[in-house]
């Protein structure tokens, strides 16, 4: 039988952490946001959350004469609350244009803030928009800070393109399809096949989807499709990646210097929880592969760089 005072200290350790949940986000953490983000954000006292939105007039673009206003959505924004295993708690969405994907992805990666969602957002003529979603746990100061390091890289981007005019663009398909298999799996360890030239290969993970097993044929793998010829080609495909090995592989694909097209779930109720992250390149055939099997070999521990792209 419990005494009193065990009754209480027990009552304590409960309620502590509801305690701590109910805390305040300070008024000098709200003006640190701003600060360090460039931002002015707005308070919700009912759930503790300061949120601070940062419209894109030069996303909100439909025509050269018409644009969208910045209050449909076409913004960033970072929200943040007191936590209760961590100072504070940050969700937060960036808007992208098409060439500012990879910049960005690296700037929050690299800052310690994880990358949880890349999806297109365009659904009228204009700019061709992305939408990439992020969470972290930590203090105030240093999620304001690993936020801050996107939307600088967002500017960085927009100077480059600027000053060098470069502009996004679509890779170019060669008409006729006459990859050489041959190679290909030599670097990639595995057996493709090529069908009206183009080559295919998957590797397959094992999961449990509604407590049912499901594996390659059921859409979890790692999908391979290599289209033109050896010296003038185009791979498009996704890595299926367990959800602690997502922050790593998305470094590791930058690196490669292949592009990311989407990074997105297939399905609700995996075990373990998978993401499927889409991309895309272009160049010889067997320099994509090397790109790949890098990719690879990041997810098991992997040899540098500069060991597989020669």
């Not at 989407?262 to 075990?271: K, V």
């Not at 929880?273 to 390149?281: A, G, K, L, M, N």
Request: glycine share 8%; proline share 4%; hydrophobic share 45%.
């Amino acid at each position: 039988m419990l005494d009193l005072h065990s009754s209480c200290r027990c009552a304590v350790l409960v309620l502590a952490p509801l305690a701590t949940l109910c805390a305040e986000l300070p008024q000098e953490a709200r003006s640190a946001i701003d600060r360090i983000t460039g931002g002015k954000g707005v308070y919700a006292a009912d759930e503790k959350t300061y949120k601070v939105v940062f419209p894109r007039e030069a996303a909100a673009i439909v025509q050269d004469w018409q644009n969208l206003s910045p209050n449909a959505g076409l913004n960033s924004w970072v929200a943040m609350s007191p936590g209760v295993h961590h100072p504070a708690s940050m969700t937060g969405q960036y808007l992208l244009l098409d060439d500012e994907v990879a910049d960005v992805v690296s700037a929050v990666v690299d800052s310690g803030i994880e990358v949880t969602g890349l999806a297109a957002l365009t659904s009228f003529d204009g700019p061709r928009l992305r939408k990439l979603d992020v969470t972290g746990r930590g203090s105030v100061q240093q999620l304001a800070t690993a936020f801050r390091k996107g939307l600088d890289a967002i500017t960085e981007a927009r100077r480059r393109y600027w000053s060098i005019e470069a502009r996004s663009r679509r890779p170019e398909v060669p008409l006729e399809s006459d990859i050489d298999s041959r190679a290909l799996d030599a670097v990639l360890s595995m057996r493709g096949t090529v069908v009206g030239g183009a080559y295919k290969a998957s590797i397959g993970m094992r999961a449990l989807l509604n407590g049912e097993q499901v594996g390659r044929e059921m859409g979890f793998a790692t999908s391979i499709s290599v289209t033109g010829t050896n010296d003038s080609a185009v791979v498009a495909g996704e890595f299926v990646e367990r959800q602690q090995d997502l922050q790593k592989v998305l470094k590791a694909i930058l690196a490669s210097g292949l592009h990311i097209d989407s990074i997105r779930n297939h399905t609700m109720g995996e075990h373990p929880q998978v993401v499927f992250v889409q991309f895309w390149s272009e160049g010889k055939a067997i320099e994509l592969a090397r790109m790949i099997r890098y990719v690879l070999d990041v997810e098991v521990g992997a040899p540098s760089l500069s060991e597989v792209i020669r």
